[in-house]
């Protein structure tokens, strides 16, 4: 648990001079570059490089779900959260 709380904090503090006061890029409605993104299930830990995504480690569940306000939890645009009409077999 206290390397993967080193993780998160090292992935914050490197990230943190960069990231902008949204996280995301308004013309294009993706992370912006430096970005920090925890998945809340597995608590695997990402940082947004101008090259892609990076893995940098993970937290636990518990820590996974009590991430500061500038990490994010999605890296889906807000469009995409729509509830979609599906086809269901009976």
Known sequence: MKKSLSTLAVALLVASPFVAASAFAEDTGTPAPYSVFVDQPTGYTFVKLPAGWKFVGAVSQEEAQHV???????????????????????
């Open 68 to 90: 500061p306000s500038n990490v994010l939890t999605s890296v889906l645009p807000a469009e995409s959260a729509r509830s979609i009409n599906t086809a269901s077999s009976k």
